[in-house]
């Protein structure tokens, strides 16, 4: 169904998109907070690293850097342990308590310098100790967020510039260092500064991409598990005997790779059968679940009531379906389907919208079109007044031809369509065979013209009428 389906199927995309798009966000949010948790956690057992590390420096190195050669308990092992273990308490803490968290992140960062800070006072200013610096500030661009740099920055800089006027041994290891002393190492933190927010920026996106080829490797997935499910819907309720009583049936149906819920029934009574054909709007899953519906409706209607008329079965199917899908699912699915009722002297009576009947007449040798006039199912709730009933007479010998759009709609490669004209012409140079034959001949030609790949299901039933006409006389 293609015109009547345009909307529908364009509302389906866009609503899919948007909800691939929102996956795609929900796992890189999923994947961004897994990644700080992990990142947390590493900064807590590198907190309590550097607090043993501070304190070995503090007994082993600082009364050296600090004091010459006399090996005594300094006041900075005192520092080591108590101003230490208040720079690693709180960081701790939060990386224990509230992994994930912005404002762990930034208590980290600080931290984190300050223990860089720390550690070049313990060295007594060395200024191999100044690399911790730049190992802390490359381990803080593990997070991906380059907001935790700004305060981790500010704070080496500070302590540069404060320590440098007050206090310039214990971070360059002179008393008397040049005045720009602390700019220049502020430089090369805000040089490696640089090459750390490209790395970041760099690696969210890659994360989001990542993200979101995995939210459409689940769309295609899910995608293509309801495709399965709505052909085997689509499939599993055909008809398995076509046997009627005065007419010689044969029907196929090509499921395209987006089921979009085409529909053919074959009920047969006492004098003749019930013939059906529809196709729903949209492709999927829950147009397979209306085809179903449609389907289940009109069964139990006309098996209720065998002799009831075309356009009362199409009002009771279409209330069944305006009820379960647009008040309950609070969808707009619809659909187009036709209801025939034969009797097998080759009296037709039907109504409904669908595509034009062909009926090729046994003594002109040609097609007629035969307009079946209606309106959609599932659209409005009352249809009565737009359902009109037509009367085909079929001889003996005569063909009737029905089929859904994805036949005439296929397109070739030049994006023409296969057309009405050309399948009226298959019908009249195989006339003569079975219908078995004319139904494979023509479905396999669209297929053809299609390069197998059509875009919508193609559904094709082939009727021969074979009734006696003394029947009709009577």
Excluded at 45 to 62: H, K, P
Excluded at 157 to 176: C, I, K, N, T
Excluded at 336 to 342: G, I, K, V, W
Aim: proline content about 3%; charged content about 20%; some cysteine.
């Amino acid at each position: 169904m293609t015109n009547s389906a345009a909307k529908p199927v364009l509302g389906a995309v866009s609503d899919q998109k948007v909800t691939e798009r929102a996956r795609g966000t929900a796992l890189f949010e999923e994947r961004f907070l897994a990644s700080h948790k992990r990142v947390d956690r590493l900064f807590a057992y590198l907190m309590m690293l550097q607090w043993v590390a501070g304190i070995i420096l503090a007994v082993t190195v600082s009364p050296y850097a600090w004091a010459g050669k006399t090996h005594t308990v300094h006041s900075h092992v005192f520092i080591a342990v108590f101003l230490g273990g208040l720079i690693t308490a709180m960081p701790v803490l939060l990386a224990l308590k509230r992994p994930g968290w912005e404002t762990t992140r930034m208590v980290i960062a600080v931290a984190q310098m300050l223990w860089s800070a720390l550690l070049i006072h313990l060295s007594g200013g060395r200024i191999e100790t100044h690399f911790h610096v730049f190992g802390s500030l490359a381990f803080l661009s593990f997070y991906r967020d380059w907001r935790v740099l700004v305060p981790a920055t500010v704070v080496v800089a500070a302590d540069h510039f404060l320590r440098q006027m007050y206090w310039p041994e214990s971070v360059f290891g002179v008393l008397v260092p040049e005045s720009w002393r602390f700019l220049e190492h502020a430089g090369w933190v805000v040089f490696e500064d640089i090459f750390l927010l490209i790395s970041c920026i760099t690696s969210v996106t890659e994360l989001k991409t990542s993200a979101a080829q995995q939210a459409h490797i689940e769309f295609v997935d899910r995608l293509e598990r309801e495709m399965e499910i709505a052909s085997t819907i689509q499939t599993s309720i055909l008809p398995r005997r076509l046997k009627v009583s005065g007419l010689d049936v044969a029907a196929k149906m090509v499921p395209a790779t987006e089921v979009g819920g085409d529909y053919y029934e074959i009920l047969p009574t006492k004098d003749g059968c019930w013939i059906g054909i529809g196709d729903v709007a949209g492709h999927g899953l829950r147009a397979g679940l209306v085809m179903l519906q449609a389907q289940s409706a009109a069964e139990a209607l006309i098996r209720s009531v065998p002799e009831d008329s075309p356009s009362s079965v199409l009002c009771g199917v279409n209330r069944v379906l305006f009820e379960n899908v647009r008040n309950r699912l609070g969808s707009e699915e619809h659909m187009t389907m036709s209801l025939l009722h034969y009797r097998e002297y080759g009296h037709i009576v039907c109504a409904g919208a669908h595509e034009e009947a062909i009926v090729w007449r046994a003594k002109t040798r040609k097609c007629e079109l035969i307009p079946v006039k209606g309106t959609w199912l599932g659209a409005i709730e009352d249809i009565a007044a737009a359902t009109v009933e037509t009367t085909i007479a079929l001889g003996e010998g005569d063909l009737l031809v029905l089929y859904t759009d994805g036949l005439t709609e296929s397109r070739n490669d030049k994006r023409e369509q296969f057309g009405l004209p050309r399948l009226c012409d298959l019908v009249e140079k195989a006339s003569g065979e079975s219908v078995e034959i004319i139904c494979e001949t023509i479905v396999t030609a669209a297929l053809a013209w299609s390069m197998d790949r059509p875009d919508d299901d193609v559904t094709l039933m082939v009727c021969r009428q074979v009734g006696i006409a003394a029947r009709a006389a009577a």
